[in-house]
């Protein structure tokens, strides 16, 4: 065989090969991002902000690699507030079409509506404690978003960095809930961003691709969040007074019966990068 023969060989399997890759990709992701760094009556959280955009980055970077496009909207600071954030659900359920993924972070303070500890709520920059119900994004707030958004796809993710955001159950209606902490934990900060958040993100950068296959899956995900939160507060927290404490935070991952473990969350190169070796004699 001829070199150029051997060549076209080569240029036509590099072909069908990122063409079969291409055809993997998902449609659109729709994303929306919220950091609320100011609640009245609560500590500020600067870091929310920063968990907000640090999403909506990640999840840009997957345009052209696990999603054909990636469109979201985020939300921070004194934007973050009960009527933007409805408004913002609102609208991807308008935009979203089927076949498309969407994701939803919600960074912030979490709590309980009044004495109902199954009672979730997410309270944002202008939440006020006299008028709770009417200020906060109640867990029914968002059931009711959800199921709309079922209507149009089964691909909803919910990211909690939230105190409390184990009480946020919404797999009955087609939601798969990453939750920082159980129900009865808080959320802690780490560098740059919250500590479920940093997790998160190394996961989806490329640190949970244990077997190395430029995917990471659902599982992967959850076995290295939470490998990875346990290393770090396995460190304990010195106090200001010399004293040492131990944290506690545990993510929770709550899925459908519908999701499987090998569902993609993430890829790590472009379809059409990548060495093919082709043997011609």
């Known amino acids: 065989m001829s070199r150029f023969k051997g060549f076209s060989i080569i240029v036509s399997v590099c072909l069908i090969c990122a063409g079969s890759v291409r055809a993997q ?3 659109v992701l729709r994303y929306l991002a919220v950091g609320a760094s100011e609640s009245p009556g609560a500590a500020p959280l600067p870091l929310a902000k920063h968990d907000a955009l640090s999403f909506a980055r990640t999840w840009q970077a997957q345009k052209g690699k696990l999603y054909q496009d990636v469109k979201g909207e985020v939300l921070v600071a004194q934007y973050a507030t009960r009527a933007n954030i409805l408004a913002g659900l609102d609208r991807l359920i308008r935009q979203t079409a089927p076949g498309d993924t ?7 303070h979490g709590s309980f509506l009044g004495d109902r500890t199954t009672a979730w709520i997410f309270t944002g920059a202008d939440y006020s404690p006299l008028h709770v119900r009417q200020t906060s994004v109640t867990a029914d707030d968002l059931r009711e978003k959800f199921v709309l958004l ?3 796809t089964s691909r909803i993710f919910l990211f909690l960095d939230s105190c409390r955001a184990g009480a946020a159950h919404f797999t009955d209606v087609g939601c798969i809930v990453f939750a920082g902490c159980r129900s009865s ?11 479920f958040t940093f997790a998160v993100l190394e996961a989806l950068e490329g640190r949970a691709d244990v077997n190395r296959d430029g995917i990471v899956t659902l599982a992967e995900t959850e076995a290295f969040v939470q ?3 346990s290393q770090i507060l396995r ?3 010195r106090l200001k007074d010399g004293r040492e404490v131990y944290l506690s935070q545990h993510a929770i991952f709550l899925t459908p019966g519908t999701a ?6 993430s890829v790590l190169r472009t379809p059409t990068t990548g060495t093919i070796l082709v043997a011609a004699k």
């Open 260 to 265: 499987h473990a090998d569902l993609r969350l």
């Open 150 to 152: 079922q209507r149009k």
């Open 227 to 229: 490998r990875r939160m």
């Open 25 to 27: 990709e998902e449609k």
């Open 185 to 195: 934990e808080s959320c802690y900060d780490h560098i740059g961003n919250g500590l």
């Open 102 to 108: 969407v994701a939803i972070t919600l960074a912030g």
């Open 235 to 237: 460190d304990p927290r």
